[in-house]
Nanobody, 123 residues
Framework: QVQLVESGGGLVQAGGSLRLSCTAS????????MGWFRQAPGKEREFVAG????????YYADSVKGRFTISRDNAKNTVYLQMNSLKPADTAVYYC????????????????WGQGTQVTVSS
């Protein structure tokens, strides 16, 4: 089992920045690929960014490419999502997830999920 806890969400104006963190406990964090997803009201949960076990590979949804950066610190059992140039369309609950498959962009590619953290971007 892996337990994931997100933090760092909040209210920010358009054009601003936030950094989300997700800390893992339980089984070996470094053996999992990690991902960030988001879900806006009335919409399906969508992939945002992912990172391989070692952190050597990253991948992004087109909607956030060039604005968001995913990273991980395996010594701290933590994955981060740096979000810059935020837009109102980025408003959502953000979830981190852990899974065995590097490069997975669908929810079924991940086995463990956090409880989510709210990000609200005002115009």
């Amino acid at each position: 089992q892996v337990q994931l806890v997100e933090s760092g969400g909040g209210l920010v104006q358009a054009g601003g920045s936030l950094r989300l963190s997700c800390t893992a406990s339980g089984r070996t964090f470094s053996s999992y690929a990690m991902g960030w997803f988001r879900q806006a009201p009335g919409k399906e949960r969508e992939f945002v960014a992912g990172i391989t076990w070692s952190g050597g590979g990253t991948y992004y949804a087109d909607s956030v490419k060039g604005r968001f950066t995913i990273s991980r610190d395996n010594a701290k059992n933590t994955v981060y999502l740096q979000m810059n140039s935020l837009k109102p369309a980025d408003t959502a609950v953000y979830y981190c997830a852990a899974g065995p498959f590097a490069g997975a962009t669908g929810i079924h590619g991940y086995d463990y999920w956090g409880q989510g953290t709210q990000v609200t971007v005002s115009s």
